[in-house]
């Protein structure tokens, strides 16, 4: 099935109908991927929502799987999603409804509209946000290294497969498969895919908003039904909630569902949910409240897997102080998370030959809790680790450490991780954050602050808080080479050994609002 757009532009399509006759509403999903595919390594299938009485329809976006024209990134798709769904309401077998639904490319390019004429009836946006520094491409002024290498590798590919070029195709998957990716990146995509949307990031400063993109959809969006899907696991998590975060502010009433989920697993789908959800918006079919909960916030614990009600701007907010004899980055019991002090200093030397590794969380390829006691037990990484508790604890919010470093290099970074120690002494890391520092070398000591990703986590009598130190989160972020530059890879002979010392005397971590905070 094929639309032509105002330009003159093909896009393909696939239909799945209902038995019998119709019109029915109708869910459209717009993604780059090829439509056969219909994001089946999340959603079920196009079928099984037919089955429950629903057209569907899943397009290639411009440039991409079988539809025409050049593949330029977000920026094509509001007047493609807009002349879509006026192509889709004038069809015989639509009744007029559409909804919206998707995750990741196919979770914004449902939110971008050329106005407020052809707005969906109800989205279900999952795993985006508007803005691609902060909510696709970067965060704490690092880019996400083997994420967006991985995932721009893939569009390239992609890119190739459309021209028949067997070479470029063979060349790229050679280089995912062995991991020499890391090193050859940018050069394949320079190469293969030398306009590409993720190679413009990577050549970007990801902490200079100039040359940016953020998006901007209608106003009016914000006032459509609204089931907004995040993951703790998940890097655009942030983006999801800023999403709650304007609907919220413009006056809509926006659900909110976030799992213990990284980008690719969510543990049973959401596939229930989101067919209730249309039921209610498309069809006026109220489901039960099993179905559909009346509390629009539900958030899944890291730790027990529970759903429970509860709203991303309302945080715990505890706080503890940093404190340790000098130790924290050889002994990972002398560093203290303390509710009532804090002070010492602590010295971390980053060997370039050597860098730390980033695991898990939600800048790897392998998201998620990891166990991390080996890498606690390096010289290069400050630990904090809190008393046992003596009653059970609820964690809600965005970690933030807060502590004055300086270092003897223009540049540095500051990885870190929250996790829990259990009393059979596994370390599990539930959240990490980094911030890249650029600069002049043996400046005076400065405030540096790290956001970590947000979470929530109920704690048992006897665990234990740990908060970990680092330099560097490799391939997560790429390795800082020390002298002021913009990182972009891992180590080469020209970086730098780099020593930072930590100043603990006002140093904190505490459990901020994930929305809404200072």
């Known amino acids: 099935m094929k639309l032509t757009v105002a330009d003159g532009v093909a896009l393909h399509a696939r239909l799945w109908r209902p038995q019998g006759r119709g019109p029915w509403p109708v869910l459209l999903m717009r993604q780059p991927y090829g439509s056969r595919i219909a994001s089946t390594v999340t959603y079920a299938h196009p079928r099984w929502y037919a089955a429950q009485g629903y057209a569907v329809l899943v397009q290639d976006v ?26 889709l309401r004038s069809q015989s077998w639509c009744n007029g409804r559409v909804g919206t639904y998707g995750f990741s490319y196919q979770g914004l390019s449902q939110l971008l509209h ?24 970067s965060e704490g002024g690092c880019h996400w290294w083997v994420l967006s290498l991985a995932w721009g590798l893939q569009l390239a590919a992609q890119r190739c497969r459309r021209r028949l070029d067997e070479a470029g195709w063979q060349a790229i998957r050679a280089s995912l498969e062995s991991g020499a990716f890391l090193a050859e990146g940018l050069d394949l995509l320079r190469r293969w895919d030398p306009d590409g949307l993720v190679l413009g990031w990577l050549d970007r400063d990801p902490a200079d908003p100039a040359g940016w993109l953020v998006h901007e959809p209608p106003g009016a969006l914000w006032q459509k039904p609204l089931l907004l899907i995040g993951g703790w696991h998940d890097p655009h998590l942030r983006g999801v909630l800023d999403l709650w975060r304007r609907a919220v502010a413009a006056g809509g009433a926006p659900l909110l569902r976030i799992g213990a989920w990284s980008h ?10 989101q067919l209730a959800f249309f039921d209610r918006h498309l069809r006026e079919r109220e489901p039960s409240m099993a179905e559909l909960p009346p509390q629009p916030c539900w958030l899944q614990d890291l730790e027990q897997g529970l759903w429970q009600p509860r709203r991303p701007d309302q945080g715990s907010g505890q706080r503890w102080g940093l404190c340790s004899g000098g130790l924290a980055a050889v002994d990972p019991l002398d560093g203290e998370l303390s509710p009532t002090a804090a002070g010492g200093t602590v010295t971390l030397v980053h060997d370039p030959w050597r860098p730390l590794p980033g695991r898990g969380g939600h800048l790897g390829l392998d998201a998620g809790v990891v166990e991390r006691a080996d890498l606690d037990q390096r010289c290069d990484v400050a630990c904090f680790t ?24 223009p540049g540095f970074d ?7 120690l259990r009393p059979n002494g596994q370390v599990s890391q539930l959240s990490t954050g980094v911030a890249r520092h650029r600069g002049v070398a043996s400046e005076a000591p400065h405030q540096r602050r790290v956001a970590l990703q947000p979470l929530f986590v ?31 890879a891992g180590v080469t002979v020209h970086h730098r050994e780099i020593t930072v010392e930590l100043g603990l005397d006002q140093a904190s971590l505490s459990i901020q609002p994930m929305v809404g905070a200072n």
């Open 62 to 87: 411009r440039g991409r799987g079988d539809s025409g024209g050049e593949f330029a990134g977000f920026q094509q798709e509001p007047a493609d999603t807009s002349c879509t769904i006026a192509w």
């Open 114 to 137: 050329q106005s407020a004429e052809h707005l969906p009836d109800a989205l279900v946006p999952a795993m985006a946000g508007l803005d691609e520094r902060l909510h696709w491409a």
């Open 264 to 273: 690719l697993h969510w543990r049973g789908g959401i596939d229930r949910l």
């Open 386 to 409: 809190s008393a046992p508790l003596q009653e059970p604890l609820e964690l809600l919010g965005q970690p933030q450490l807060v502590v004055v470093a300086q270092a003897d290099q």
């Open 414 to 420: 500051l990885c870190v991780a929250l996790s829990l």
């Open 458 to 488: 109920q704690l048992g009598r006897g665990d234990r808080l740990r908060l970990s130190i680092g330099l560097a989160a490799w391939p997560q972020i790429a390795v800082n080479p020390g002298d002021g530059t913009l990182p972009r």
